[in-house]
């Protein structure tokens, strides 16, 4: 969720000079005082320490030491950072094509078919989440679909309660993050200018490397921030799918040191490894223009 | 054992034409756009295919491109069956309506892109982009992106990156649309000697007729996806056969009237007002039957100053001033003939302080009958 609201910040001060503030006021404070104070207060007990059931407010680094040091912390934020970029992989190679398609090819039912991408989102992440859980259990559809086709005999335990589940789920559930910015941008690429790349000889994966994908970079930025993000600090696809109660990855261990090993500290430090992998990759896409800013 | 056969070298009179259309048909759904052209265009030549919009002529060019496949027919280039070929297997190259310049890609780039795409080599390339750019009088921008440019300057970048490919085609659709009246009648010219100096076969697609007629060898006049009339600009000015024609390049007078019979190289008939006058038949014209007569302005003068002696057989016909329009070059009069229809007459403002006639007087005006054209309807 950070990304989207270092999102809102970024779009705030672009405004008009002067003008808007008051307007502003209101979004700003609250965001101030329900977001940023309560962060910075979160983020400021990774340089404290747990001392039994009290607060010991004494500058340290240790929980920050922990975070690269301690196993299995380094462990989790390196699978953390690989599922990560899996899925956001995944993700771009599944939407491109079918944003492309929807933006390019299809010439009737458009807006249908856009609701159908979104139309997701409208239900519960929780409750998309215990659907795979149904999917991919042992007596699951997935196996039992396998099983009646004939191409496994024994039903195959490893989609549930395993990365691959979590993996699975995660490409799913995000994957509208990543068409729909994608669609904005393939929709407003001129197809003159690919036929113009046609006309001068680029065929169609030349033209597609050298035209259409520098100019949908923003979009694909955009897309990926937002799929690399959430998936980074998930924790609910852990801990419903995730195997080892829901530890394999960090949001499920931070979740853990804030809810039942009440060590604070330890959590806020295990945060900011996340938050400042997010904190550049907004940086970067803000580069690029794919936060909003016209390139042109 | 075959013989090894030697392709031709040289060009002979026996040489296929640049462009070959073939009874080319175009639908999509329910709605044809192209019914069935057949069109040849010679070496080197400039031809417009002109017309209103939705005539079928954009995509006549783009069958030419390979940006569309005809529904039935054949579009062959140098000799050569286009077929399912895509645009980037002919040779030919397009300057489209908007430019369609790579934003993302400096000048220099968007001019090599096609080079890069033939595998021409870094030093060549880099000479023959200067070169194009060169040709299209804009040195010196290699480094700037296109949005740094103005729309006549994105223009000949357009242009540079077409022509640097050396195609024997180049396709123009509506490229000069964008810019404002100046620029585009610099660019008409350039064009033309463009088209002089790099030898390649320019098919231009424009609605502007007075475009059409300052740069093309010939014209293609289109409407509801045929060509009416094919012929260098004076012969489509001049003599129009259909009175879409005739209407749909510069103004026109239409003159209903019956049909008297065959008078030398002439037809003659009957106006409205009971007049007799002659024109030539460049359709048929059946004693009894109904014609229109066709006339432009600028042939009709008032009868007190045709020239004398020549005037002798000229076509007189008597009206009432109605109007009177002062237009710079020329003022523009508008006589009401007896029964049904007018005629409008161009008189050149050749001297200062010339009188006009006022309106409401009786007013009798002179053409040639050589000026005049019987049209189809």
Redesign the interface.
């Known amino acids: 969720m950070a990304a989207i609201a270092a999102k809102d910040e970024q779009a705030a001060p672009s405004g008009r000079k002067g003008g808007p503030l008051p307007l502003l006021a209101l979004p700003l404070g609250w965001m101030l005082v329900f977001y940023l104070i309560p962060l910075a207060l979160l983020l400021v007990h990774a340089f404290w320490s747990v001392d039994y059931l009290t607060i010991d407010r004494t500058f340290t680094l240790e929980n920050i030491k922990a975070v690269f040091t301690v196993a299995p912390y380094p462990a989790v934020l390196i699978r953390t950072l690989l599922m990560a970029a899996a899925v956001t992989l995944t993700d771009i190679a599944i939407a491109f094509p079918i944003s492309w398609w929807l933006a390019k090819k299809v010439t009737s039912h458009r807006e249908l078919l856009l609701m159908l991408v979104v139309f997701p989102l409208w239900s519960s992440y929780l409750v998309r989440a215990f659907a795979w859980k149904t999917i991919l259990g042992t007596n699951g559809i997935l196996n039992s679909f396998l099983q009646t086709t004939g191409i496994t005999s024994e039903p195959i335990s490893a989609f549930l309660y395993s990365k691959t589940g979590m993996y699975i789920t995660f490409c799913h559930v995000w994957l509208p993050f990543m068409i729909l910015p994608l669609y904005t941008i393939l929709d407003r690429l001129?197809d003159?200018?690919l036929?113009?790349?046609?006309?001068?000889?680029?065929?169609g994966w030349?033209t597609f490397l050298?035209?259409i994908l520098?100019?949908s970079l923003p979009g694909l930025l955009a897309g990926s921030v937002s799929v690399f993000s959430l998936t980074m600090g998930d924790y609910i696809t852990p801990s419903l799918i995730g195997g080892s109660p829901g530890t394999e990855l960090i949001g499920g261990i931070v979740a853990d040191q804030f809810g039942v090993a009440n060590n604070w500290p330890l959590g806020a430090a295990l945060i900011l490894p996340i938050l400042a992998i997010v904190i550049g990759l907004l940086l970067v896409a803000n580069r690029f223009g794919a936060l909003g800013r016209d390139e042109? | 054992m075959a013989v090894a056969k030697t392709q031709p070298g040289g060009r002979t009179a026996a040489d296929p034409p640049s462009i070959e259309l073939r009874r080319v048909r175009k639908s999509f759904g329910d709605f044809t756009a192209v019914a069935g052209v057949d069109l040849t265009v010679g070496q080197g030549e400039f031809l417009t295919l002109l017309g209103p919009s939705g005539c079928g002529k954009t995509t006549t060019l783009r069958m030419i491109g390979g940006f569309e496949l005809p529904s039935s027919g054949e579009v062959l280039i140098e000799g050569a069956q286009m077929g399912n070929l895509p645009p980037y297997r002919r040779p030919v190259n397009t300057v489209f309506q908007n430019y369609a310049l790579f934003p993302h890609l400096s000048v220099g780039k968007n001019v090599a892109y096609g080079l890069e795409m033939s595998g021409v080599p870094r030093g060549d390339r880099e000479r023959r982009v200067r070169e194009a750019l060169d040709l299209v009088r804009l040195p010196n921008v290699e480094n700037r992106r296109p949005s740094e440019l103005s729309g006549g300057q994105q223009q000949r970048v357009a242009l540079a990156r077409a022509l640097v490919n050396h195609p024997s085609v180049l396709l123009l659709d509506e490229p000069l649309g964008a810019l404002d009246l100046k620029l585009r009648k610099a660019m008409q010219l350039e064009l033309k000697h463009l088209n002089r100096e790099v030898g390649a076969t320019f098919v231009y697609v424009t609605h502007d007729q007075e475009e059409a007629l300052t740069m093309s060898d010939r014209i293609a006049v289109m409407n509801e996806g045929r060509i009416l009339q094919l012929g260098a600009p004076e012969e489509i000015y001049e003599r129009p056969r259909s009175r879409f024609v005739a209407d749909f390049i510069g103004q026109t007078n239409f003159i209903e009237c019956d049909v008297l019979g065959p008078d030398g190289r002439f037809v003659a008939c009957r106006t409205a007002g009971g007049e007799t006058i002659r024109a030539i038949p460049a359709v048929e014209a059946p004693a009894g039957g109904t014609i229109t007569v066709a006339v432009r302005p600028e042939k009709v003068s008032l009868d007190a100053e045709a020239p004398g002696g020549l005037s002798a057989n000229w076509n007189r016909l008597t009206g009432t001033l109605t109007e009177v329009i002062y237009l710079g070059t020329h003022t523009q009069l508008v006589v009401a003939l007896p029964g049904e229809g007018q005629i409008v007459v161009h008189r050149q403002n050749r001297m200062l302080g010339e009188t006009e006639p006022s309106t409401g007087q009786q007013l009798t005006v002179a053409f040639d009958p050589a000026s005049a054209t019987v049209l189809a309807e």
Do not use: F, I, M
């Open positions: 001129p003159t200018l036929e113009a790349s046609g006309d001068l000889g680029g065929n030349k050298r035209v520098p100019l042109r």
